[in-house]
């Protein structure tokens, strides 16, 4: 799906249409009827966070793409190898790929576009397009294959620090920074670092296809980690994946690995580290010996030509440091909680058995539900015993059972009846501790709301006579076979005044009436 929000964000960030279509992998046209329709409809930049790219298409382009099939593109590079093969065919291929189409219950292209379609991928994959860079510009960032070796100073075990590397491809300036591992939080607090260090932002980021930066990268879709894609919104930078299996598109973050290698990690082959921390104080220093580095080719170092010629041209640092997030999947248990990995947080008991996004910080736990934010938690960073819970998330059920009390089941059974109260209060002290007898106290006040409060006291009176330890299954049972006291007398006032055996006794006595 055409990524709209992008396009209104870029295009409120002053970015023009063609660098628009370069980022969001659309159309010319796709981005200016966008645009227009945009401005029909009265929407700009910024949206809420519940309107969502299939909302806003239904609002800018209602009905247009009801009816539009949906085409299987061609593998064209599994084509490529397989028309290789001895007696392989375009015409064999084709057949195979409608078969897939219909499989996956997709339009295969017809004959003539199949070919043609193939003909073009074939003829520009040797093809190679020399880009050339503004100042402050582009930032490419990439992770080092190679690692710097860690070891536990108690029992000298080795661990592996790795290297993220960003690049300033105007003047080559680079930033280099140990990591513990390659996960998102790392991943996004190094962008952090970079941006600090270079003192600004550019208007475009260029990473790798990652899983920590991007979810898919395709020829008409680009679809990015939610963390990575807050970074840049942040940031007011727009991301530019490379293609996949194309590091050619970022050649200067290659680069500045292949110059990290010589420059960084050769020099420090021979040290022995036991923190990362300690790594990163080498790093640093070997990294402040690249960036002054003569060129070899013109005068000046890395240090120097961005200082003068590229500085001023980034954009300026926002006023509030970013706060890292990471975005989490999750399906709402029977109990309505949530973990982070630690703890346990509430939600709306209305969520059970759907699926939630969680968005964590280091202060913060939200939860989304479409698109909208449903809970938020102030995080607890130690483990603790019991889980953080809302009243406003629980059932009605569960919110009643937490208002127990002895001295609320006192006040109630007082404005019931004195046997009621003195049931209550024979529950209540002939347990260990009252909170034992809570059950059977509200189990008492249900049989209130069933059979009203004066045959619950007529009933409690009559077990009150029979015996000295009364029981709520005992007083259940008066009431549902009527036997407590009131109803027991209606009973028998009816048998008297009429209906059921309308002759006495007598007349079934010896000699007695006859018939």
């Not at 960030?13 to 063609?18: A, P």
């Not at 199949?114 to 003829?123: L, M, S, T, V």
């Not at 080719?297 to 030509?305: I, L, N, Q, T, V």
């Not at 015996?467 to 009527?482: C, E, M, Q, T």
Request: charged share 30%; aromatic share 10%; with cysteine.
């Amino acid at each position: 799906m055409v990524d709209y929000r992008e396009i209104l964000r870029l295009n409120s960030l002053g970015n023009s249409q063609r660098q628009i279509e370069e980022t969001v992998h659309s159309g010319h046209h796709t981005v200016s009827d966008t645009l227009a329709a945009a401005r029909e409809n009265g929407i700009a930049w910024p949206l809420d966070e519940s309107m969502t790219n299939e909302k806003l298409q239904a609002i800018l382009f209602p009905g247009k793409f009801q009816q539009r099939p949906q085409y299987l593109e061609p593998d064209y590079a599994y084509i490529h190898r397989e028309l290789a093969k001895p007696g392989v065919t375009l015409a064999l291929l084709w057949e195979e790929y409608c078969t897939k189409a219909k499989s996956v219950g997709a339009q295969p292209y017809m004959t003539t576009q199949f070919r043609e379609k193939y003909h073009i991928w074939a003829r520009v994959q040797n093809a190679t397009m020399r880009l050339k860079h503004k100042p402050g510009d582009v930032m490419e960032v990439d992770w080092a294959g190679n690692t710097i070796p860690i070891y536990d100073p108690d029992t000298g075990a080795e661990d592996e620090a790795y290297l993220f590397v960003a690049v300033l491809p105007f003047s080559a300036y680079a930033y280099v920074e140990a990591c513990a591992d390659m996960k998102s939080e790392c991943w996004i607090r190094c962008h952090m670092h970079a941006y600090e260090y270079f003192g600004g932002v550019t208007r475009l980021l260029v990473p790798d296809n990652l899983k920590t930066g991007v979810i898919t990268n395709t020829r008409y879709d680009t679809v990015l980690n939610k963390s990575y894609r807050e970074m840049a919104e942040h940031y007011g930078t727009a991301i530019v994946p490379t293609r996949v299996r194309h590091p050619k598109d970022k050649p200067y973050a290659e680069g500045a690995v292949k110059r990290t290698y010589q420059k960084i990690l050769a020099p420090l082959r021979n040290r022995k580290f036991f923190s990362v921390h300690e790594a990163n104080e080498a790093v640093a220093v070997q990294l402040e010996v690249l960036n002054t580095t003569p060129f070899q080719k013109r005068e000046g170092c890395r240090k120097s030509a961005f200082e003068q010629d590229e500085k001023e041209f980034l954009r300026p640092l926002p006023t509030m440091q970013y706060e890292p997030a990471t975005w989490l999947k999750a399906k709402v248990p029977t109990d309505y909680l949530i973990s982070d990995g630690k703890n346990k947080y509430s939600v709306p008991f209305d969520l059970i058995g759907e699926e939630v996004d969680i968005r964590l910080t280091k202060s913060n736990v939200e939860v989304f539900f479409k698109g909208s934010r449903v809970a938020s938690h102030v995080r607890v960073l130690r483990a603790m015993r019991d889980p953080i819970i809302f009243e406003e998330h629980m059932t009605p059920e569960h919110r009643k059972y937490l208002r127990y009390s002895a001295d609320d089941f006192r006040v109630w059974a007082k404005s019931v009846g004195r046997k009621t109260e003195n049931v209550i209060e024979y529950l209540l002290t002939s347990k260990r501790e009252p909170e034992q007898a809570y059950k059977e106290c509200a189990a008492l006040s249900r049989l209130c709301d069933r059979y009203g409060a004066e045959r619950l006291e007529d009933a409690c009176d009559r077990m009150l006579s029979i015996s000295s330890g009364p029981s709520v299954r005992n007083i259940a049972s008066l009431l549902k076979s009527r036997r407590d006291s009131k109803a027991s007398a209606k009973d028998a006032e009816k048998r008297e005044t009429g209906g059921g055996i309308t002759r006495g006794a007598a007349a079934f006595a010896i000699g007695g009436a006859k018939k």
